[in-house]
C-alpha cells in the first residue's frame, strides 16, 4: 500500500509552506491545545545560542529555554559534538543486561552533583516517568519494611507533577490542569499550598498547621511529594526554605520518605544547584529532567539514598518494578554528560545571579500597576502575575511581532531565559514584558 504524502511532505523537508502548516492544524495536536479551534503556532526552521528563527526570516529572543531546559542555548557546539561522536557508535542498546560509558559517566555526575547520600541512580524517560518511578519506589520501600497498607501520598496544594497517571494524582485536585480525571485518579492528601514568601520565615502557627496535617494523614501514607521552593505550572510559585525544613522533620518522625521534584529545578535554575539546597535538606527521593541534557534529548533520573534501594532489594520483589524501553539511551546519556560538564565548568552562579538582578530591576518597576497582583523573581526565573486572564493568543502574536518569545498561561507572564542570554536581550525580554502588561487589548 502506498503510504500518503502530502505534497509538502514530498518537498525539501526544511520548508515550512502553507500545505505543512494546514496538515499541522487538522491533524497534530499541540500541548493543551484544541484541534477544533487550534491556537496558532510559528513554524521554527533553526535555532542557534538564544535566538530562534522563523520560517519566514524572523528572529526571536528565546525567553522561556524551551520549558526550562535548554539552559546553555541551542545548538551548542559542545553538545553537538557530544551527540555526534556517540551517534558513530550507538544511538540506542537496550539497558537490560547491558550498560555502557555515557550511562556510568552520568551516574557518576549525577551522584557528584546531589545533595550527599543520594547515590542509586534510575534512569528514565521523562520527567513524569521519573515522578512515577519515585512514587512506586516509596510504594516499594514501605511494603519491604512490611507496612503493606500504606499507599496514599501527602503533597501541598498548587503542585505540579506530570501529566502520567500517577503523576497527575498528586498534582493540585482543584485548580490544577487535570481536575477533568478526578474521579479516575487515587486520592491523595493535599495540604494547604506555602504562603510564607521564599525570604519570610514560618512562625509557630505554620508549624502548628503542619503537623496537625502530619497528625491526621501520616498514618496511612508513604511519602511526602513536592517541588522544592518553586510551584511551576500550578502558579509559579516561590515559598520559604522552611517549609522544606519543618517536611524533612516530619517525614522522619511518622517514617515517610521525602520525595523531591527537582524536575524545573534543577541544574542552578532557582541559584542554587538543586532547590533543596537553599534549605539544606536532604531528601530520601530526588527527581531531575529537563535541564539534564540541555534540551537536547528527553531524559530524567530519579535518585535515591543507599537505604531506600536497599530496602527495596531485600524486599519481596527484590527488585525495583520498573524498566523502560529507553532506559539509559546512549545518546541521551552522552549529551547529558557533556551538558552538566558544561555546566558545571561555567560561571553559572554568576550569570543567574546577573540575570535575577537585571530582571528584578526591571520587573519591580510594575509594583502598584493596576493590571499587576504580584511580581516574583528567584535566580533565573520572573515571574508577572497579572489580576485579569491573559489572552495567549494575542500576547503570543505581540511577542513575535517584538522579537521575542515568551508562552504566558492563564494570568502568568513568565520568564526563564537560558542562562547564557546577552543582558541586552533579557533587557528586552523584560521590556516587552512591561509594555504588554499594560495593553488592556491583550487580556481575556
Avoid at 303 to 328: D, E, R
Wanted: with cysteine; net charge neutral.
Amino acid at each position: 500500500m502506498t503510504p500518503k504524502l502530502s505534497k509538502s511532505t514530498q518537498k525539501n523537508t526544511s520548508t515550512i509552506d502553507e500545505d505543512a502548516l494546514a496538515f499541522d492544524r487538522d491533524h497534530i495536536w499541540h500541548p493543551y491545545t484544541s484541534l477544533t479551534n487550534p491556537l496558532h503556532v510559528y513554524p521554527v526552521v533553526s535555532a542557534k545560542g538564544t535566538r530562534i528563527q522563523l520560517s519566514n526570516g524572523k528572529e526571536l529572543i528565546d525567553g522561556m529555554a524551551s520549558w526550562w531546559s535548554a539552559i546553555h542555548g541551542y545548538n551548542h557546539p559542545i553538545l553537538n559534538s557530544a551527540a555526534k561522536t556517540q551517534l558513530d557508535k550507538m544511538s540506542h542498546i537496550m539497558f537490560g543486561g547491558l550498560t555502557h560509558l555515557p550511562a556510568i559517566d552520568l551516574c557518576k555526575k549525577l551522584v557528584e552533583l546531589t545533595p550527599d547520600s543520594l547515590n542509586r541512580v534510575f534512569l528514565c524517560d521523562s520527567g513524569s516517568v521519573s515522578v512515577e518511578v519515585g512514587m512506586k519506589m516509596a510504594i516499594q520501600y514501605q511494603q519491604a519494611l512490611g507496612k503493606t497498607n500504606k499507599s496514599n501520598f501527602l503533597t501541598i496544594m498548587k503542585g505540579y507533577h506530570g501529566d502520567t497517571t500517577g503523576a497527575m494524582s498528586v498534582c493540585d485536585p482543584v485548580s490544577g490542569m487535570h481536575h477533568l480525571f478526578s474521579n479516575f485518579m487515587p486520592k491523595h492528601c493535599f495540604m494547604d499550598a506555602p504562603q510564607k514568601s521564599f525570604n519570610a520565615t514560618c512562625n509557630n502557627d505554620d508549624v502548628q498547621k503542619i503537623e496537625l496535617f502530619f497528625e491526621r494523614n501520616a498514618k496511612d501514607a508513604v511519602a511526602f511529594i513536592l517541588e522544592p521552593i518553586v510551584q511551576g505550572a500550578g502558579g509559579m510559585r516561590f515559598y520559604s526554605p522552611d517549609y522544606l525544613k519543618i517536611i524533612r522533620r516530619l517525614c522522619d518522625d511518622y517514617g515517610l520518605l521525602m520525595i523531591a521534584d527537582e524536575i524545573a529545578t534543577g541544574f542552578g535554575r532557582t541559584g542554587k544547584m538543586f532547590a533543596v539546597n537553599h534549605a539544606d535538606v536532604i531528601p530520601d527521593i530526588m527527581n531531575v529532567g529537563k535541564a539534564l541534557t540541555g534540551g537536547y534529548l528527553t531524559l530524567a533520573a530519579t535518585i535515591c539514598t543507599s537505604k531506600v534501594a536497599n530496602t527495596i532489594c531485600n524486599g519481596q520483589a527484590g527488585v525495583m518494578m520498573h524498566g523502560p524501553t529507553f532506559m539509559g539511551n546512549p545518546l541521551a546519556c552522552a549529551i547529558a554528560t557533556s551538558s552538566l560538564d558544561l555546566l558545571v565548568n561555567s560561571p553559572w552562579q554568576e550569570r543567574i545571579a546577573s540575570i535575577e538582578t537585571l530582571i528584578n530591576f526591571k520587573l519591580n518597576k510594575l509594583i502598584g500597576s493596576k493590571f499587576v497582583r504580584d511580581v516574583r523573581v528567584l535566580g533565573g526565573i520572573g515571574v508577572i502575575e497579572t489580576k485579569e486572564l491573559i489572552d495567549v493568543q494575542k500576547a503570543q502574536a505581540f511577542f513575535v511581532e517584538q522579537g521575542i518569545w515568551i508562552r504566558p498561561f492563564r494570568n502568568l507572564l513568565y520568564i526563564m531565559p537560558p542562562y547564557t542570554i546577552h543582558p541586552k536581550d533579557l533587557e528586552k525580554l523584560c521590556e516587552v514584558m512591561i509594555t504588554a502588561i499594560q495593553m488592556e487589548e491583550l487580556y481575556v
